[in-house]
């Protein structure tokens, strides 16, 4: 069980377009989801909470208006990078927890998302 | 200002002996620690938690001890095996909120030797 997806689970992408990152919890409801980004060698930065039918919560430095992020249902959220920038080229890994669970401190990572901006 | 640090980047340990990673931390407010494991290219796995209220939480060859004066934890490992070459994460919850926020360490990279 707490299996979460992720896709693509690579892209590459030219300079000032959008990309979109689809991130799904497959066998439970996540109340919560979580963005993260690892740029190589470093820890995991949270970017941004979600919870279902609500406005994200961004971290401080995250710009909200690059990093678009929906959670419209219990089991999808969405991470679109608009006007991508080389810069943007980072590992974007998604988790979700279920807030309503006994052990709702965990949370369950997907795959990850190499994006590279060219 | 890093309020979970992994002060290892590294550890190298033989095939069977225990591998001992560590994690400090400096906010008194987190009250759930948590353990995760990642491959390069792949998210991380949950491997082991431990509440505040406990010093120690066991999890068959996983042991995750925690010094609440001291602000420090660690994970056993024991024995070791080649499969658990990979880099460990440590992670705190932040209290309160509406959601249950992961600070994240730096991560120590092991390798286990054959």
């Known amino acids: 069980g707490a299996v979460v997806s992720q896709h693509p689970s690579w892209v590459i992408c030219k300079s000032g377009t959008s990309v979109k990152i689809e991130c799904r919890s497959l066998?439970?409801?996540?109340?919560?989801m979580f963005w993260y980004r690892q740029f190589p060698k470093q820890s995991l930065m949270l970017m941004a909470t979600s919870n279902e039918g609500s406005k994200a919560t961004y971290e401080q430095g995250v710009e909200k208006d690059k990093f678009l992020i929906n959670h419209a249902s219990l089991t999808l959220s969405t991470l679109t990078v608009t006007s991508a920038h080389p810069e943007d080229s980072s590992f974007y890994i998604c988790?979700?927890?279920?807030?309503?669970?006994?052990?709702?401190?965990?949370?369950?990572f997907g795959p990850g998302t190499r994006l590279t901006v060219t | 200002d890093q309020q979970v640090k992994q002060n290892s980047p590294s550890l190298s340990v033989q095939e069977g002996r225990i591998s001992i990673l560590n994690c400090d931390y400096t906010?008194?407010?987190?009250?759930?620690f948590l353990w995760y494991k990642k491959y390069p290219a792949e998210g991380p796995t949950f491997l082991i938690s431990?509440?505040?209220?406990?010093d120690k939480n066991e999890d068959g060859r996983f042991t995750v001890f925690l010094n609440k004066s001291a602000k420090h934890l660690s994970l056993h490992i024991v024995p070791s095996q080649p499969g658990d070459s990979a880099v460990y994460f440590c992670a705190a919850s932040v209290v309160g909120g509406a959601t249950n926020k992961l600070i994240f360490g730096t991560g120590t990279l092991l390798a286990v030797q054959p």
């Open positions: 906010n008194s407010m987190f009250d759930y």
């Open positions: 431990i509440s505040s209220i406990k």
């Open positions: 066998d439970f409801q996540a109340t919560t």
């Open positions: 988790s979700a927890s279920n807030s309503l669970a006994p052990s709702s401190y965990e949370q369950y």
